[in-house]
Nanobody
């Protein structure tokens, strides 16, 4: 069975950085694009970044230039390096296999002003 586990969230001041990790199991990881979504309280879940099975990244306009998505197929891990964080980045961040309904439990990111 598929299991995705996010970690690395926390409380950080505006301008700070966090690195999120997502550990995957139960899938042929190298065959899937992976993505990070976020959902702020009262808002809909939105795509933040994705990375193809070949390692090509795509970013939402709101985070482009600040966030970097990467993957390590050998470790079945996907990462989201978040720099220059803003209060509007505060949300629960979720890891997903692109094109599936597989999600992790989420990790909370809170950015204070």
């Amino acid at each position: 069975q598929v299991l995705l586990v996010e970690s690395g969230g926390g409380l950080v001041q505006a301008g700070g950085s966090l690195r999120l990790s997502c550990a995957a199991s139960g899938i042929n990881f190298s065959l899937y694009g992976m993505g990070w979504y976020r959902q702020a309280s009262g808002n809909e879940r939105e795509s933040v970044a994705s990375i193809t099975r070949f390692g090509s990244p795509i970013y939402a306009e709101s985070v482009a230039g600040r966030f970097t998505i990467s993957r390590d197929n050998a470790k079945k891990m996907v990462y989201l390096q978040m720099n220059s964080l803003k209060p509007e980045d505060s949300a629960v961040y979720y890891c997903t296999c692109i094109g599936t309904s597989f999600w992790g439990q989420g990790t909370q990111v809170t950015v204070s002003s």
